[in-house]
């Protein structure tokens, strides 16, 4: 993704982007259920999607020494996940067992990702929510992945939280929610974002002062707010 | 509703309410589900109902457009809500989509109503969340409130988190959960739950101090604890 | 239980006995869905496991009158429990009406109870949760026990949140879950979750040094991380 | 409706009617989760929407005198639904007590309604399976209606099912399902559904002589295809 | 229980039983969700529940060997069922596995039982559905029984389908539903139940005849339908 | 497949299935929640499994013109599923909307596949019901794929009704339920169960005669039964 794209992502809101995406016809982006891990970091997640995708595990294959082989795929995805990319789990809506751990994921850290999401849960939550890296579930779930999941395919596309992921997609998290915005769509969904932001930060300001939202917020009244939007603007540089 | 009993149902917990209704037969007047958006703002909401029905959006009667009519009801039902209420949303449960954002929360709480519930989600949840005015959801939810909901009616009787809610009726947030007390029975409700309040605070100072609850809570043993509650009553002004 | 056993638990994870009851064919004994009220205490909570089992109210036999009854079976649990047990609580996973309230968790504390967990939820819970006392629910509940809830029977085994609960069986919450060892696994069941939160804490460290886990979590170059974990021990005195 | 309109209508299956609305962009008008009760009737059910919206029963409002009052909004349904159409109720999707029982809907069927539909459940189901009448719910349910539900209004814009329902808008359910056409939109999709039907049915012979899918469904292969449908029309004369 | 009691029951559906219910302030005592095996037999089910609880299975006590020991509580419960009872179990609402099959069914209906109820599934449902004997489950589930569930204990009050069920309670079944009669109102309540079929006996036939149901269902209109109905009692001699 | 095996497995039951399966550690083999779509064919459904993966669909991907593409997954998937075998679609558990309709089921019949189950819904159920074809689906659902399901892999391993289903693993299907045999497992689940089989049969028999289970089912009472069995296999030639 382009460096500007990814800055403007940093500032605007899953919000914004949910209606910059309506407005496309797609209306099912945002990934349902998963928050941020603890008290989160404060500040946008935006990277594009590398997904690991889960299948039920059967006993007989999900044995701890699993773990024990270079090759499994959860293992796989941690050291391989790009810099800068967003790790993106399909757990089925699962959190019964982990889909990871902290030490999985402080090393995602490490390794430069721009943060992890699953519609599932993960173990060791309080420490990750410590973490300054992004990271979004549904609940802290201590049992260990392999009781419920087995890692099955790399950067395939997936659900997760009933939203549609596709390796690439530009995955962006705020202190709310997640949105997955498709790859073609990531730069001029961002711009628009950020027009959005502008004249929405123009409208809480003139609620604070009073306005009715009738007429401001969308902007129908445009006598009225279109030259006080354009001198905010100025204003405030933006 | 009168100032004294807005008055004392500042001072009470939901869950003495709730055995209140009990005591009168009614055992669903809780909104299941819901919590302060954030941290809560630390007091108690209370305030008249005033009610907003949502229906399944139906995709070519909610586009973005919807929102630029000075009519759609959710816009009306911001600016009308009278000062001192309570906008309870009626969202189906559902929280894939927002019953409403940051932008109309603080225009409601401009307008001076006393707090909003939805038994679905806010989108804009962080921002919300900070605000001085007490609202309660079930979840933050970004996307628009068009992709799921339709609104639809003022002021209608309402579910609410699978309670019944008249406009009229009162609401009573606190930190924990939202309850609906019906519009006739909110005086002797509030007075009753005054009177419960002093005798339970003093409980929670006898069992600190080491006695046992069978006897004290609830008061059989009244000729131990009537006396000691009595003097409590006069040292504690209550 | 034995005081060293005790005092093990409270340093290891859930996470980590959880794996330790993978390896012996024991997969769901965390309690699914419970997560400390408020913010929880910050310390592990350990001790036997008491139980109190709820069943659907029939509104006869469930007036407040009830709790009048000295033998009334929560009052019972709560003035009866053991000193270091927890009480543990099948509400059958509906939060829909308490399990308890603050006074009676307040009385539990008093007495030298260890903790509590339902598979439902507490009302009063943001006093429970300022409590200096591990407590586990689903959600804050306020109306009253009744409403939904008959206590019928003592120290039963039971299910709650979907674990088997026995008597006597050793009950861990940390920040994120609670689990429940079988009683004759609990001693060594401690020790091998010391041995493995060592060697976690070792790869912790590792990794913030950039090491990459595959080899290192599991252990599988011996060569290199053995020496590396046998000074690490020695020099942490572990 | 127009009689044309009708009995096409009645010709046609809902799946053919749920394609027919997807290209016009309405995704979500099968009402989710119901179906025929007992074997059904065999035929289509068609008619406009008579609607009843239930809430959640408050106790003191629902005591079994409700329905001695002629004015009771159930019962006023059931005398007031005007001949050929259906009653459709928004229960809530709740089937814990019944949204109305056999001999409401003997009623409405002497009345002449063209069906019932309910998100919830009937009592007396089996009864109500046997007649000559199409009835839709979710489940058997045989607590009374009071029980959960509170009828509050009559012809009101609802949700059933997760569908949105107008007054007016054309109701049809097949042995599958039920669907609600936007009133305006009927006759126009009525048309395109016995179009639609025509081909699918020359499609199935076409499968069970030994063609492949690929060209023929949809028709891509018009060279093959256009031909061979336009003698098929011919010859059955549709 | 009384064999005119038992009589009256066979007679009257589970509706009317829950209405008469309803009138004494008992409105849970549907099991809900349940529904015969199969066609059913198309005849009530009334006798005394005797119960069975299960708790969630640990894997260590819950291997296949369990069953060969005489003293299984699941064995015990068909060896020992009374006579004309109904075996009750408490599966706590789960049917991913068993509750029981085919083999213990029988040998319980070869023992003289009234019939079975779990709200969890049955394996061998299509054999048990052929059978001559009451059963309700939720749906059919091959699973063995010691996959998720472990029998604990017998004749305990239970909840079931969310319905308190104590020993010797009165269950009812019919095509539709399963009801729980607190034992020491069975004779009551089935004297009232036969007069109040009667009375919807004679409304059915009135509906069918054309007449409006206000004044009729419920009996307002005493003038008009009084004497119709006394008229048809004498004739029908009920 | 061995042709011996499978006609083994046309004779045994899905419950049987799970039991030899479970001796072998394997305890979430059967599909849950899946039922025979109508009536069933009253046969098993016996083939290695054809894996079909559906994720959610995006809008833009998902207009009904894909359907015109040759190379649409699901198409491909009717086309190319290998004589014998059954299509397993991994439907995430969703019937809202379908995952295929009556024109490719009876066109993947034709094609000589072995059966068909789906985690979702099928539309034109009622027509899939009475082909003489095993299929198996969780309810009746009209809206076209499209509406919720993009088909976006043939053949991978996957997840259904929370199983695990590998390509090549053998699926079977009776009346009440499907499983999923690993592929290695197949031959000697299926001598197994044909064992097993019959010792239920002869048991059957004794408990119509009356016996009781205890020391019979399972076998205990060698010295008793083991003889009658062996008397009973010569009996009846099995």
């Known amino acids: 993704m382009k460096t500007e794209t990814r800055e403007k992502l940093m500032t605007v809101s899953v919000a914004t982007l949910a209606t910059a995406l309506y407005k496309r016809g797609l209306r099912r982006q945002v990934i349902q259920g998963v928050h941020p891990v603890g008290q989160g970091t404060g500040?946008?997640?935006?990277?594009?999607?590398?997904?690991?995708?889960y299948m039920p595990a059967r006993e007989d294959r999900n044995q701890l020494s699993e773990f024990r082989k270079a090759d499994h795929p959860q293992?796989?995805?941690i050291e391989t996940c790009p810099e800068g990319h967003v790790?993106?789990?399909d757990s089925r809506k699962q959190a019964e067992a982990a889909s990871a751990g902290d030490i999985l994921i402080t090393r995602l850290m490490l390794r430069g990702a721009a943060g992890v999401v699953t519609d599932g849960g993960f173990r060791d939550a309080a420490t990750i929510g410590k973490l300054d890296f992004p990271a979004?579930?549904?609940?802290?779930?201590?049992?260990?992945?392999?009781?419920?999941?087995?890692?099955?395919?790399?950067?395939?596309?997936?659900?997760?939280?009933?939203a549609p992921v596709f390796p690439g997609d530009i995955i962006v998290g705020d202190t709310d929610c997640v949105i997955?915005?498709?790859?073609?769509?990531a730069d001029e969904v961002a711009d628009e974002a950020v027009e959005m932001s502008a004249y929405e930060d123009f409208v809480v300001e003139q609620v604070h002062?009073?306005?009715?939202?009738?007429g401001l917020y969308p902007r129908v009244n445009e006598e009225k707010y279109g030259p006080r939007f354009a001198e905010w603007r100025e204003k405030n540089g933006r």
Request: hydrophobic content about 40%; proline content about 11%; some cysteine.
């Open 209 to 214: 002062a009073g306005e009715p939202i009738i």
């Open 180 to 185: 997955v915005i498709p790859a073609h769509l």
């Open 43 to 53: 500040r946008n997640m935006v990277g594009p999607a590398f997904t690991l995708r």
């Open 87 to 89: 790790l993106v789990m």
């Open 136 to 162: 979004y579930h549904t609940r802290p779930s201590s049992p260990t992945n392999l009781t419920n999941n087995e890692a099955i395919a790399l950067n395939e596309p997936i659900g997760c939280g009933d």
């Open 75 to 77: 293992r796989v995805a």
